[in-house]
């Protein structure tokens, strides 16, 4: 009996330590050398792990979208969800003084986020990513068929547009050097109907 009682009590507080732990950090090469490409694009995170965009090259964004709507902000589509967006993240501005521009999204829920680029013809030309993929649940729902649906999109909307409401999110914060051309003041992600999405999105300026 009392056995049991200290396993349980070490059971207990276990799983007390892990609701409690602060997740992992998972970084995502965007635009590694020149290409169109979130590097990796297919990734799983954990309630609580933060997910950090790393803009090495180029000038692209990391924008999030709903599954049949990949190159349009999620906000377009659902007026309850505002969606992330880091705004455009010139690589070379930021380079130019020795760090790369980030943009980091908590993780909140499990459910699959669908993330693209807003820049020129990039979302059509596969510039997208996913968290969470989960084709247990519904098999149509794979990063392929987002991709194909990407590249038949007529609609790409700029990023500019995808910041419009700050319903159910919290806004994030810009910080960076003096004269960083980061412009995107981070901006709110919203899944109010859940306990979901809603979380801070902040853009920083990484020393590399
Ligand atoms: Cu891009």
New binding site residues.
Partial sequence: MQFSTLVFAALASLASAQTTSTGKMIAVTV?INGT?KFSPDNIKASVGDMVQFQFVA?N?TATQSNFDNPCQPLSMHNASATGFHSGFQPAAASKAMGMTSVYTIPINDTKPIWVY?A?GK?CEAG?VMVINENTAANSSRSLDAYKKLAAGASTVVPSGNAANSSTGGTTGTTTGAPGASATAAGMSLAAPSTVGLAAIAAVALLMI
Avoid: P
């Fill in positions: 635009g169109l180029g692209h680029c820049q990039h510039m």
